[in-house]
C-alpha cells in the first residue's frame, strides 16, 4: 500500500503511545515536520519476558545501523520486525531512551523533565509491565555518529518532513513508540510523530 493511502495517526510533542501489531501487518512511523525522533520499543504481545533486543539485532545485522532489509530482533533472538522501506536511511539502536534521571546525570539538574522512558512505561503499564523491562530503543530518525575511536556523538536527524519508515511485524507485538523529548536529540525543537498500521 502507498504511504498516502494510509490512515495516520498523531503522537503528540514529547508523548507516547502503545498498540498491538499483529503478525503480517506493517507499522509506518513518518516525519510530520522534519529531524523528530520516535523511540520504538516492542514486546512479544503473549509473553512480556521476550522483547527487543539492541545487542542481538545489531550482531546478527553485523550492522549498527540498521535501514531497508535488516530485522529487528528479539532476547531469543527471533525475528519481531523487519524493515521493509526507509526513506531516511540512518536510525540508532544504541541509546536506550531517554529517561528522567539520564536528564538528571546529564544536565546535573534535578527537576522534572519528561521522557521516552517514562511515556513508554505509561504506554506499556496498562499491560502489566513494569518500567525495568524497557531496555535499549530502535531510535527512527535518531542520528549518532560513531567515530573511529568508539566516540559517539548525536547529531541532527537526517529526516526531513514526510521521511517514513514501514516495518513488517513477524510475530504478534505489542508496541510502544514515542515522540521524544529530548532537546539535543531533536534540534531543540519538538514536533508530532505520525505512524499507521496496515
Ligand atoms: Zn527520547
Same mark, same amino acid.
Given at each position: 500500500? =502507498?504511504?498516502? =493511502?494510509?490512515?495516520?495517526?498523531?503522537?503528540?510533542? =514529547?508523548?507516547?503511545?502503545?498498540?498491538?501489531?499483529?503478525?503480517?501487518?506493517?507499522?509506518?512511523?513518518?516525519?510530520?515536520?522534519?529531524?523528530?525522533?520516535?523511540?520504538?520499543?516492542?514486546?512479544?504481545?503473549?509473553?512480556?519476558?521476550?522483547?527487543?533486543?539492541?545487542?542481538?539485532?545489531?550482531?546478527? %545485522?553485523?550492522?549498527?545501523?540498521?535501514?531497508?532489509?535488516?530485522?529487528?530482533?528479539?532476547?531469543?533472538?527471533?525475528?519481531?520486525?523487519?524493515?521493509?522501506?526507509?526513506? $531516511?536511511?540512518?536510525?540508532?539502536?544504541?541509546?536506550?531512551? $531517554?529517561?528522567?534521571?539520564?536528564?538528571?546525570?546529564?544536565? %546535573?539538574?534535578?527537576?522534572?523533565?519528561?521522557?521516552?522512558?517514562? %511515556?513508554?512505561? &505509561?504506554?506499556?503499564?496498562?499491560?502489566?509491565?513494569?518500567?525495568?523491562?524497557?531496555?535499549?530503543?530502535? %531510535?527512527?530518525?535518531?542520528?549518532?555518529?560513531?567515530?573511529?575511536?568508539? /566516540?559517539?556523538?548525536?547529531?541532527?536527524?537526517?529526516? &526531513?518532513?514526510?521521511?517514513?519508515?514501514?516495518?513488517? /511485524?513477524?510475530?504478534?507485538?505489542?508496541?510502544?513508540?514515542? /515522540?521524544?523529548?529530548?532537546?539535543?536529540?531533536?534540534?531543540?525543537?519538538?514536533?508530532?510523530?505520525?505512524? /499507521?498500521?496496515?
Amino acid at each position: 500500500m =502507498q504511504k498516502t =493511502q494510509k490512515q495516520f495517526n498523531t503522537i503528540l510533542k =514529547q508523548r507516547g503511545v502503545s498498540f498491538q501489531l499483529l503478525r503480517g501487518q506493517t507499522l509506518t512511523v513518518t516525519e510530520v515536520e522534519a529531524a523528530q525522533v520516535s523511540d520504538l520499543f516492542c514486546f512479544n504481545l503473549h509473553d512480556f519476558s521476550e522483547s527487543l533486543s539492541s545487542g542481538r539485532s545489531i550482531d546478527y %545485522n553485523d550492522q549498527i545501523f540498521l535501514t531497508s532489509g535488516h530485522s529487528l530482533y528479539s532476547n531469543r533472538s527471533e525475528v519481531m520486525l523487519k524493515i521493509i522501506e526507509d526513506t $531516511c536511511g540512518r536510525h540508532d539502536f544504541l541509546m536506550t531512551p $531517554c529517561s528522567l534521571k539520564m536528564f538528571q546525570i546529564v544536565a %546535573n539538574n534535578s527537576e522534572y523533565h519528561p521522557s521516552c522512558h517514562e %511515556n513508554l512505561a &505509561k504506554s506499556f503499564a496498562a499491560y502489566g509491565i513494569s518500567p525495568d523491562q524497557i531496555s535499549t530503543t530502535f %531510535n527512527i530518525f535518531m542520528n549518532v555518529q560513531v567515530a573511529p575511536d568508539g /566516540a559517539i556523538r548525536i547529531n541532527a536527524s537526517k529526516a &526531513k518532513k514526510g521521511d517514513w519508515v514501514t516495518f513488517k /511485524a513477524e510475530m504478534d507485538l505489542l508496541i510502544g513508540l514515542t /515522540a521524544c523529548s529530548h532537546e539535543e536529540t531533536n534540534q531543540f525543537k519538538f514536533s508530532e510523530i505520525g505512524y /499507521a498500521i496496515s
